[in-house]
């Protein structure tokens, strides 16, 4: 057998990006809206999403970073926060 499913929800995405430095290993994600209880948090260096185990997220809202496990051993890589959100 299967089943269907059918949802009226929309998803809506936040963005945000920062600049790393070198040495650095905490990063402020940078996106208000942003609920750990509920939302999906994706996370990129340099445009390659990063699996969960190279990354730790804290609080929620404003509160809200991420700690890479391994800090950047160079500046200026960019990482982007894409939070997606059910509506």
């Known amino acids: ?4 499913v059918i949802s009226a929800k929309k998803l809506k995405e936040y963005r945000s990006r920062t600049t790393t430095v ?4 905490s990063y402020d994600i940078g996106i208000p809206e942003y609920d750990s209880s509920d939302d999906i948090l ?7 999403r ?3 185990d190279e990354y730790s997220v804290t609080g929620t ?3 809200a970073y ?19 959100k059910m509506e």
């Open 22 to 25: 070198k040495g650095t290993s």
């Open 50 to 52: 990063l699996t969960e």
């Open 42 to 48: 994706s996370v990129f260096k340099n445009g390659l």
């Open 1 to 4: 057998g299967w089943s269907s």
């Open 66 to 84: 991420i700690t890479l496990t391994s800090a950047p051993t160079s500046n200026l890589n960019e990482l982007e926060f894409v939070v997606t």
């Open 61 to 63: 809202g404003n509160t």
